[in-house]
């Protein structure tokens, strides 16, 4: 089954202000995602399959660090209510095509979660990040607005109550 609410957030460096690239995924074709953030065409995606996603307008700073955070709860009524999207504690104004779904898909046949890259199988990687990863956070629970302005700087200590997964890197 898939998963009814969760947050992914990421603190991360920009070399490049332009290109279209992976910041991270699972999925193994268009049609058989469970959960992508791209950059392409000056917008960052937010992808939960070829059909329904998100997106907004963002212009990477090369000058300075970001943090990025995706909070989904499959229990909103509407797509607003269901996933909203921080960069540096600030909400951004999403626009959608399609529905977000209450539960997230399962990939069939299975994908690994990628980091930097789009992963179409063993020996189909492309659309590579263009910058450094400095953490990364998934979370149980979708993180409240105060939570995830709260965790614009901190990083966590990799114990915290409702941290599924956690890559220092």
């Not at 992976?22 to 000056?42: E, L």
């Not at 095509?97 to 979660?113: E, Q, W």
């Not at 450094?132 to 995830?148: F, R, S, Y």
Request: charged share 15%; glycine share 10%.
């Amino acid at each position: 089954a898939g998963k009814t609410q969760f947050t992914l957030e990421m603190r991360m460096h920009f070399d490049n202000s332009d290109g279209e690239y992976t910041i991270i995924g699972q999925r193994t074709s268009d049609q058989n995602r469970t959960f992508v953030i791209q950059r392409w065409s000056g917008a960052l995606y937010i992808l939960f399959d070829g059909s329904n996603y998100a997106f907004c307008p963002f212009d990477a700073c090369t000058t300075e660090r970001s943090h990025l955070a995706a909070v989904y709860n499959g229990a909103g009524a509407a797509n607003t209510d269901r996933l909203k999207f921080y960069i540096n504690g600030v909400a951004q104004t999403l626009a959608f095509t399609g529905t977000i779904p209450a539960a997230t898909l399962v990939t069939s046949p299975s994908a690994d979660l990628v980091l930097g890259c789009e992963n179409n199988g063993p020996g189909a990687q492309l659309q590579f990040f263009d910058g450094q990863l400095g953490e990364v956070c998934i979370w149980d629970h979708a993180l409240t607005p105060a939570e995830v302005s709260g965790r614009v700087i901190p990083e966590v200590a990799g114990t915290e109550s409702g941290l599924m997964e956690y890559f220092g890197i």
